[in-house]
């Protein structure tokens, strides 16, 4: 596991976005698994920057989304799809074949999982897996207490990201479980990576960092995968 520090938030989104780009360049349909959440907004930006400056060209990538809240797609605002519709894929007008989301509002979720769980094993694995963390060390979905052999999943939510997971809403929001790729997909990808910024975020990456791998602490997982990057601003990472 390799742990970067970059001084600004905007620095450690150029340097994810071209850590990303750089893993996928010569692939010919790599299958890039992007969190939503408030984290990898700059990565986003990046992207969408480099597209329209003619640098780089995404038309032969499928996006797959981390997670998603139940009972919500791209048409509640706040959810997972519908910040990804708003930050990425509408500024790029990719296709809806390009992209792999899982839907909360149907009654197959499990269905949903297994389709996805199936494709990505069809693939070898994802090429590409950026995450956020939680400040109870969860990644995706993946709560305290997630086996670290899980793929695509129904998790139920623990009650600290119910209180957090608000911030994305206009209003207040009833939340209990989400659909989220599993840590086993985070193993098994080519490019891990745990991004995280700002102050709040110090404790739980000085806490990963020093962790030994265990399941109450999803992101420790960092420690089974040697390929992993934990990339951080100086704010997230002033306490390593
Ligand atoms: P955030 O969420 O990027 O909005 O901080 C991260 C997470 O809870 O996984």
């Known amino acids: 596991m390799t742990i970067q520090t970059y001084a600004t938030y905007e620095e450690l989104s150029r340097k994810t976005a071209d850590l990303i780009i750089e893993s996928v ?119 305290p207490g997630t086996a670290f052999d899980t793929f695509a999943h129904i998790s139920q939510l623990a009650e600290e990201t119910i209180t957090v997971g608000q911030k994305y809403f206009p209003g207040e929001t009833k939340l209990s479980t989400g659909i989220t790729m599993g840590l086993k997909h985070f193993q098994e990808a080519r490019l891990p990576i745990i991004m995280a910024n700002g102050e709040k975020k110090a404790d739980i990456i000085a806490k990963v960092a020093a962790s030994q791998p265990i399941e109450s602490l999803p992101a420790s997982i960092v420690h089974m995968t040697p390929q992993a990057y934990i990339m951080v601003d100086r704010a997230a990472g002033s306490l390593l």
């Open 25 to 143: 360049k010569d692939k010919p349909n790599p299958l890039v698994c992007l969190a939503s959440g408030h984290t990898p907004i700059g990565v986003f930006k990046c992207l969408v920057e480099d597209v329209k400056a003619g640098k780089l060209d995404v038309s032969n990538w499928t996006f797959v989304g981390l997670d998603e809240w139940n009972g919500m797609n791209g048409s509640t605002k706040g959810s997972c799809r519908q910040m990804m519709d708003e930050d990425l894929f509408e500024p790029l007008s990719i296709p809806e074949n390009q992209i792999v989301f899982f839907d909360g509002t149907q009654p197959n979720v499990q269905d949903q999982c297994d389709k996805v769980n199936e494709l990505i094993h069809q693939h070898g694995g994802l090429d590409v897996m950026l995450v956020g963390i939680g400040l109870n060390g969860h990644i995706g979905m993946n709560e």
